[in-house]
């Protein structure tokens, strides 16, 4: 059974602080997406990441896959309020449309 | 454009009742998926319609859950018999085509079990 497990489960931080959360599995991923959620709506995708060791840039949010694509991390300079919310990861594995989701890391940042 | 939209926004039902819960999906957005979301946590796959194929049930907990896609749009989840294990919230997606496509999520529908 594929799993991905996220750290910190929980983050409160204030502004201008900087953050990065972890998406740790056993299992390779072909790809591994990272998302948002407010309150009362759905997540939204932040990126998609596709290649071992990719790193992209998010404004303020910097996303890496790991070498061996089992792990990702997203790291966010300068937090902002506006930043809160739950951050998920999801990995994807090549020619299927199932994606693993993670177990969430809720951010706090406070003005 | 609409986004995807899902209906009701929160449920609440007593013990043993059934419930229906609607996803209408973005036009034209073949692949739809179900997840159920517990108190803040990750999502849990439920099933997944990607248009005239036979849905791939896996995710489903028990066989008082079903779901229904009509005419490759609108979606159908209904629970049987609820218990108070079923309280989350249920979150559908669409996406243009099937794997490695966005998803894009609605707003969930709340569903709490008394």
């Known amino acids: 059974t594929q799993l991905l497990e996220q750290s910190p489960q929980f983050l409160s931080i204030q502004e201008g602080e900087n953050l990065t959360v972890y998406c740790n599995s056993s299992?390779?991923?072909?790809?591994l997406q990272w998302y948002r959620q407010e309150p009362g709506e759905g997540p939204v995708l932040l990126v998609t990441?596709?290649?071992?060791?990719e790193v992209k840039k998010l404004k303020r949010l910097t996303f890496q896959f790991g070498d061996a694509r089992k792990d990702s991390s997203l790291h966010i300079t300068a937090a902002q309020p506006g930043d809160t919310g739950l951050y998920l990861c999801?990995?994807?594995?090549?020619?299927?449309?199932?994606?693993?989701f993670g177990t969430g890391t809720r951010l706090k940042v406070l003005a | 454009g609409a986004g995807v939209s899902q209906s009701p926004s929160n449920k609440v039902t007593e013990k043993g009742k059934d419930v229906e819960l609607r996803c209408d999906p973005i036009s034209g957005h073949t692949a739809l998926y179900w997840y159920r979301q517990s108190l803040g946590q990750g999502l849990e796959f439920l099933i997944y319609f990607q248009g005239n194929s036979a849905p791939d049930k896996s995710g489903l907990p028990s066989d008082r859950f079903s779901a229904e896609r009509t005419g490759g749009s609108v979606s159908t989840l209904t629970i049987q018999r609820t218990q108070q294990e079923d309280s989350a919230v249920y979150l559908c997606a669409s996406s243009l085509t099937p794997a490695g496509d966005t998803q894009y999520f609605g707003p969930g529908t709340r569903l709490t079990v008394l």
């Open positions: 990441v596709v290649t071992g060791g």
């Open positions: 299992s390779v991923f072909s790809s």
């Open positions: 999801a990995g994807g594995s090549s020619g299927t449309y199932k994606y693993i």
